[in-house]
């Protein structure tokens, strides 16, 4: 007797569609993008609760500033790099509709005696308009952009954005802050250090400082020293010098309550490696505490490791590797000076800071707890 055939052999499957993901309102996107000494950055983001939601996204090593330490001019080499990589982000721009956007260029386009012209050049030929900002403006975007990790046990607190041609540094006192309006109120320095905060209460710039030291200009400046670990130890002493006329690095600084978060891609790059990530992650970097042993500790491995060693390890990267060391000099000198043994660790900057800007001043984030 044959068997008897199972119902349903035979048939077609059944299709299980999944609906398109509904593509998001122009009308509601922003585009924030960040042309540094080493790198182009770019986010379109949508508002999302306190928050917002990233759309798209573009980096893209190009080495603006690459001689500019010799010359005291964007090479044409450099320029024509930098601009295929804003048509890139000119195209995402195109096709996702966005129409809020602010465009920054930061200490190369500064410091350049052709960044006007390189700036004009960029508007001729990608129809995008940069603006140079200042170094104020530049490390209050910084400061904004890291409300989120900002402790509601923190009194003093010290932001750190080290680029790659300079490093800004600025002291908050949040003392006469309550506690639970203390990221709130580093939201609204987005008006200005100075602005008035209308009924609430205030953040206090103490002071900042943008020193014209960066990873690839701190880098330049001991390129002629042979010997690695003395490279290093100059760079972090070099740079240290640099903060003298720093009224918080005077005086004497109580421990508790204090708080340093860093922004920069050697302050993830050394989270990245003490974490011993073999591919990046952001969720397990950003917001990471790490100590000054720990610190130290990834510093004295990239030493041991060498230039080759260096060039090898997949968690610093072959963009990364070049300038990893002089980055390490400046974090480990700031570890050094005050009085706290942990560092915030935070992958957001510019980037982030231009579009809580744009949506704060726009009043599309929701006052809700960070």
Known sequence: ????????????????????????????LYAALDLGTNSCRMLIAQPKGSQFHVIDSFTKSVQLGLGLESTGKLSRTSMNRTISAMRVCRQKLERHGVTRMRLVATEACRRARNGDHFVRQVSRETGLKLEIIEPEEEARLAVISC???????????????????????????????????????IMRLHAGFKSDPGPFAAAKVV?????????????????DVDDDAA????????????????????????????????????????AASHLGLRRYDRTKVDGLRMTSDQIDAVIRNYLSLGEEGRRKDPRIGKDRQALIMS?????????RLWPTDRLSVADRGL??????????????LEDASF
Request: net charge negative; hydrophobic share 40%; aromatic share 8%.
């Open 1 to 28: 007797m044959a068997p008897k055939r199972p119902i349903g052999v035979g048939a077609f499957p059944k299709v299980v569609e999944t609906p398109a993901p509904t593509a998001p309102d122009p009308a509601q």
């Open 147 to 185: 409300a989120p990790l900002v402790s509601t046990k923190t009194e003093q607190l010290l932001v750190v954005d080290i680029g790659g041609g300079s490093t800004e540094l600025v002291w908050i006192d949040l003392t006469n802050v309550p506690k639970r309006e203390r990221p709130h109120a």
């Open 207 to 223: 002071d900042w400082i943008s020193v014209p030291l960066g990873v690839a200009t701190l880098r330049d400046q001991f390129a």
């Open 231 to 270: 490279r290093f130890a100059l760079m972090s002493w070099f740079f240290e010098e640099k903060l003298e006329d720093f009224s918080p690095y005077a005086s004497e600084q109580a421990r508790d309550g204090f708080q340093i978060v860093g922004t920069s891609g050697t302050v993830t790059t050394v």
């Open 327 to 335: 980055g390490s000099a400046i974090l480990q000198a700031l570890m």
């Open 351 to 364: 980037r982030e800071g231009l579009l809580y800007q744009q949506m704060s001043a726009d009043g599309v």
